[in-house]
């Protein structure tokens, strides 16, 4: 079986490295010159790092080297997956600076017949048929910047308006006058050396987020209290289990002193109320559809005013005032604005499928119907990779590579096409209830990430142990715990099939 997955993120190289593991052969194509994704060096903004310490956020069977910091700029990550490539020999499946035109399910026998281009280029187009079709294009790929009334007068008065990741050159903004857009950590990042360079730093923010430490009081890692089961458990689930139906059942009161002792704590040492930065509602809303670190020496800067926030503003127009680009808020303040830097978020979108093909995909809001965040109900031939955006985003892309390659080898006994649907149905209701909507048109899983990964492994009967995961209530989530599954998986499913055959089109029996 001819596999193609498009991108080469960390979902991208995971799912390359599991099915060729799996017997399978693969292509992956990418548009960037280097692998990375999100990190590669064509979409890194000054001042990016991780959220997650590199204990926690690194594939199973690569640790992050042990001489990078505990929080790794988005270089190093870049460079992690660089030796991710050399150390499972991916280069030579890798099909860099080259774009996907179209992809087209010429049928459900026939497979996929799939346009590529050198990136940029219009011409010449490569036509090739592969018999599946895995999509690892990111649900952070496509910036979302809006359209700003007045944008043309401003750009001929000499403005600009970027997305973050369209900006690299922090000397484009040396004694400028920048405006950040959006309040999540793309905006707090760049503020940061934007603030050393520019002659003023403003932070536009429609809605205030709460922010957590990377270290509560000065001496607690917040990996021991979101990334870990007990961590991901104060928060309610769709489907509560075990320990879960205490927290939010006869012990929801200890529950939620402990959530609001973190928000006090990170309130007090963030100096949100003297800032006037204290978010609306509660710290419990921190879940609601991402959470997000407080950027370090951000709120430092704020004190020192090297950078002013506008809470729940947004920008009405742009405009010239006395011959300079500026921005006029709904508030009526009127900031000079040389370059406005948009951390708005992210349109979730295969552009390579073509408009019928898309509304198999969604439902009537837009919201991608995926069983397990990996499989499109009713549309054979095609998976999707990194659709689960979480605290374990590149552990959780990796198990759903593991899924997929069962699924290939006839290793998985699915439920009828109406029970999947029911059920992707019913999750998308709770996730728009719980997040007011933002949840990336269903891709976004935060905070329940291993929630997401135990139903993806339990479904294949290849879940760790019960000790390993009591351990992971207490103390983070190690992926390296997981580096044997795609071993096991391949053995499970060996008598499933051979690598070579043609993809199931009805429910597999399980391999036990």
Known sequence: MRIAVVGAGFAGLSAAK???QSGFDVTVFEKAPDVGGVWSRTRRYPGLHTQNDKG?????????PAHYPQWPSGEQVQEYLE???EKFGLATVLRLSTEVASAELVNDETGWLIASRPAGAQDPVTMERYDHLVVANGIFSEPLVP?????????AAGGRVLAAGEFHDIEAARGRNVLVVGYGKSSCDVAIPLSDVAAQTHVVA???LWKMPRKLGGALNYKYLLLTRMGEALFRYLNLRGFE???HGPGNGLRQRMVDSVGSVATRQLKLRELGLVPNGSFEDIARSTVSLATEGFFERVTDGRIAVHRDQVIKELLVDGGRPAARLADGTVLPADLVICGTGFRQHVPFLDDALHARLQDEAGNFMLYRQILPIGVPRLTFAGYNSSFFSPLGAEMAAVWTAAYLRGGIDLPAEGRMRDEVHTRLAWMTARTNGRHARGTNIIPFSMHNIDEVLNELGLNLGPLTRARQWLFPVDPRSYRGVTARMIRRTADGGAAGQVEPTRPARAAR
């Not at 926690?56 to 992050?64: C, G, V």
């Open 18 to 20: 599991v099915l060729r």
């Open 56 to 64: 926690t956020y690194h594939l199973s069977d690569l640790p992050m």
């Open 83 to 85: 030796s991710y490539v």
């Open 147 to 155: 359209s700003f009334d007045g944008h043309a007068d401003f750009a």
């Open 206 to 208: 429609r809605e205030l």
């Open 245 to 247: 139906r205490f927290l």
